[in-house]
């Protein structure tokens, strides 16, 4: 339905109703996240303003004109062209700014730095230098699909995904060809990784009545409830304060299984039964494991605490769709019977709240792996039934833990009850030192061989010992990092003996990537391409390096999954010691999260080295899977990557923010519309059969 507005513009009965909802959810944090952008921006100086004001303005022009070409678009067959059209239009406006600015003020918004900035931007796949990659680390990783693009995509006939899963479809977790298959779902296979054969490039359908998402902060307390609409986990958990239906609402009380009375009294008490968590400081990035909703990791972002919550897609459903929608980080995995898609030694804390995970089983497998990526000398808090109950089952698991963390060296540091919520916590320590590994009178469970990277960690298999603790004091993990804030800006202490993935000595080409971004957010992203920023919360970028991007953002209301493809130099370490977080993936490859769920995604030299291997068509198709309607994709490349990934995104009547170049680099801006086609493809592998 279209109807006129007061001034005779085009207006869709979706777009009058977003528009509604933005004014209802977030006028007064506009208001004050806006002054906040201004403040942190305000040594740019009186010309930049000026530039600033004339975007501003552009900007406003293209928003009111975007919205009749985004009516047209929602036409159909009736004006088949016309969102492509519009698309132009913006480009050749926003190419013509830029120009114009650029001849008129030398001094304004730098969208693409000179001279030795450039560098940063040239680096490729062949630079990864002595840096190891993903690929060479894990012996198990998926082949990488090697399909080209045969013809002209771009012209493609996109349809939409016909499968069992609707709009909350993951690929590679719901190929239920490869899941009716498999020899056994004892250690939880079924909700492991199984990624179909061709990745989908079909789009997945947006759920009826989906709304603009509320706006973080208020989002942590509710969400429209047909964004995600789904009542089984309000039915089974609404009584321990999970999660509630209030009218058009999905609200949050705070609650949780093992803190029904709000998460910021659970919080406060682990860290009451030991201060040396100091949460924020000392204990900066922390893994939440079975997350449910993930509100101990919301509210623990008011201790300058991120944590990375997971839990699997199973009948819970959509508990991480939750956490996603409410704009708190988290995703899809589950311990099974392959690591976790994380490095060795990182985490500065590991939580379990009755979290599901038979730790004690088979010799505690899974509990290695999290020794495997828990930082020597961090935390495991345990707060489950086996701590404080008596009842049989829980005395005999606590006697099998009892003997299994002793067996591990982890000193159990103290188990306290909260009364308030009934329940109890043991707080155990891993050993800094491997003193305790020599002395066992049997090495059982037994060390890993010295040929074990216990970086591997790429659809790696689950290996059946644990890794000795480093202790040469030039190898990571031999120190504690600095507190937070300062090991956000400081190299880390071991980088000093290599080379960096630019070329130069790594703190030196560490510190040269900060200020690239730095000066990139500073300079172009808060200002000179069309984002509002208080409407941004959940972002990823796509290719990290050195998480110099999320860095940059580090004074702004939002969080940054911070992905290092598997092809690329393994920098996560460096992203995780600077108190940051992120994960291996590939591109290739369908991403571990639901659909709508990332309000931005940025792709610093991304497709160009994905284009020798994969279908870009694809992986635009899961970039479109991910974000959210009128989300973000900041796109920098060469030239031709750029022009693709344009004319793709006109293809999907996707709105053009921004399209600029200089020396064959260029920079890309795109916003994705609420526009889905009307034919269908049905995909047979993501198809529950009767």
């Known amino acids: 339905m279209v109807e006129e507005n007061q001034d005779g513009k085009a207006v869709s009965e979706m777009e009058r109703k977003m528009e509604t909802e933005n004014n209802e959810d977030g006028k007064t944090e506009d208001r004050e996240l806006n002054s906040g952008d201004k403040e942190s921006n305000s040594e740019a100086g009186e010309t930049q303003a000026q530039g600033n004001e004339a975007n501003e303005s552009d900007q406003t022009e293209s928003e009111d004109s975007s919205s009749e070409n985004k009516s047209k678009s929602d ?7 016309s969102g492509e059209n519009a698309n132009e239009n913006n480009q050749e406006g926003a190419t013509e700014n830029n120009v114009d600015s650029q001849e008129n003020d030398q001094t304004s918004i730098e969208i693409l730095p000179a001279g030795t900035q ?21 012996q198990n990783e998926k082949i990488s699909q090697q399909s080209s693009i045969a013809k002209d995509h771009y012209g493609h006939g996109w349809k939409l995904c016909n499968v069992t899963a609707g709009p909350a479809y993951v690929p590679c977790l719901d190929n239920w060809y490869v899941i009716r298959r498999l020899p056994s779902t004892k250690h939880y296979e079924h909700r492991e990784r199984h990624c179909p054969q061709e990745a989908p490039t079909c789009l997945v359908p947006i759920p009826e009545g989906y709304r603009r998402s509320v706006k973080w902060p208020k989002s942590r307390e509710k969400i429209w409830f047909y964004n995600v609409p789904n009542t089984k ?8 304060n999970w999660v509630k239906v209030t009218g058009e609402y999905l609200t949050f009380p705070g609650g949780g299984t093992q803190f029904k009375h709000g998460a910021l009294h659970y919080i406060d008490f682990i860290q009451d039964s030991h201060p040396d968590i100091a949460w924020g400081k ?7 494991v079975g997350c449910g909703v993930a509100s101990f990791g919301g509210y623990l972002l008011e201790k300058d605490v991120l944590a990375m919550s997971f839990a699997p897609k199973d009948e819970h459903e959509a508990q991480v769709q939750f956490a996603l929608e409410r704009g708190i980080p988290a995703m899809l995995a589950v311990m099974g019977t392959k690591r976790l898609p994380f490095p060795s030694s990182v985490f500065d804390l590991v939580h379990c709240a009755r979290c599901r995970v038979p730790w004690h089983i088979e010799g505690g497998k899974l509990l290695w792996e999290l020794n495997r990526v828990l930082r020597p000398g961090g935390y495991f808090v345990w707060s489950a039934t086996p701590v404080y109950r008596k009842r049989p089952e829980d005395v005999g698991i606590w006697k099998a833990m009892s003997k299994l963390t002793k067996s591990m060296c982890w000193d ?17 320590r891993k050993p800094t030192s491997n003193d305790c590994y020599n002395n066992r009178p049997q090495n059982e469970p037994p060390l890993c061989k010295e040929s074990d990277d216990p970086n591997a960690a790429w659809n790696v298999l689950l290996e059946a010992c644990m890794h000795k603790v480093p202790v040469d004091a030039s190898v990571r993990g031999s120190h504690w990092p600095e507190q937070w804030p300062k090991r956000l800006e400081k190299p880390p202490y071991w980088l000093n003996s290599q ?17 690239h971004w730095k000066n990139v957010v500073s300079q172009s992203y808060l200002n000179g391409i069309g984002i509002k920023w208080s409407s941004v919360r959940n972002i990823m970028d796509m290719r990290a390096v050195y998480g110099g991007f999320a860095a940059a953002l580090k004074d702004l209301k939002v969080w940054v999954m911070n992905i290092v493809p598997t092809d690329s130099a393994d920098t996560l370490p460096i992203i995780y010691e600077r108190g940051l977080f992120g994960m291996y993936h590939d591109w290739c490859e369908s991403f571990n999260t639901y659909p709508r769920t990332y309000d931005l995604l940025h792709a610093d030299h991304l497709f160009s080295g994905l284009k020798k291997r994969c279908d870009l068509v694809a992986v635009i198709a899961e970039v479109d899977r991910i974000l959210r309607p009128e989300g973000k994709l900041i796109v920098r490349d060469n ?24 020396d064959n680099e260029g920079l890309l801006c795109v916003q994705k519309t609420m526009w889905r086609p009307t034919e269908s493809e049905t995909i047979t592998s993501a198809i529950i059969q009767a």
Not at 75 to 81: A, F, T
Not at 503 to 512: I, N, Q, T
């Open 233 to 240: 986990l309000a039915e089974v958990k609404g009584h321990q």
């Open 282 to 288: 000392r204990s900066r990035v922390i893994l939440d």
């Open 639 to 662: 030239v031709e990557i750029i022009g693709e990934i344009e004319r793709l995104a006109k293809s999907l009547k996707w709105e053009i923010r921004m399209i600029y170049s200089k």
């Open 499 to 515: 080379v960096g993935v630019y070329g130069k000595a790594a703190a030196e080409d560490f510190a040269a990537d900060y200020r």
């Open 412 to 428: 159990l540091v103290v188990i306290k009850t909260d009364k308030l919520n009934g329940v109890g916590a043991a707080i155990y």
């Open 118 to 138: 450039s560098e940063l931007l040239n680096e490729t796949n062949t630079q990864n230098g002595a840096w190891s990659t993903q690929v060479v680390e894990s």
């Open 75 to 81: 036409d159909g067959e009736k004006n088949p062209d």
